[in-house]
């Protein structure tokens, strides 16, 4: 069986179809995939920054004022990489021995992934922490 000779026009593609078709399965996935992990990577660090201040704080202050420092330090640290978080619950500090001269100071963020948050999907899927432990001001030995 022969085959009819090809003529300029005969065939008529979908490639624009195709394209928008590949552009979704391909690319916008990736994208995603991209932006979300920049913001994991963000938050990683703001959560690791927030216990590095929030630690140096606690070892220089002493009273009762040093917390509430090491918290505002804590929440500056995260609002410089965007994340959306209440320093009074990412903080949490606990002595490690019976007199308190250390302690051990914790901050946890849970993410929310992005897009899929605002239609209630995907809230505190990633949880990042960072531990450090601090000699308390004027708790040497």
């Not at 996935?29 to 929030?54: G, H």
């Not at 948050?117 to 308390?136: F, I, M, N």
Request: net charge negative.
């Amino acid at each position: 069986m022969s085959r009819p000779p090809w003529r300029p026009g005969a065939e008529e593609g979908n490639a624009p179809v195709e394209f928008i078709g590949w552009t979704l399965v391909l690319v916008v996935p990736v994208l995603y995939l991209i932006v979300t992990l920049a913001q994991v990577q963000a938050a990683s660090f703001a959560v690791a920054s927030a216990a590095d201040a929030a630690s140096r704080v606690l070892e220089v202050e002493r009273g009762e004022e040093a917390l509430t420092h090491a918290r505002t330090a804590v929440g500056l640290a995260l609002s410089d990489q965007r994340v959306e978080a209440d320093p009074d619950e990412a903080l949490s500090v606990t002595c490690s021995d019976g007199a308190c001269t250390t302690a051990l100071l914790r901050v946890e963020v849970a993410l929310d992934l992005p897009v899929l948050s605002s239609v209630g999907v995907g809230r505190d899927v990633v949880v990042l922490d960072a531990e450090r432990s601090v000699t308390l001001a004027g708790q040497e030995q």
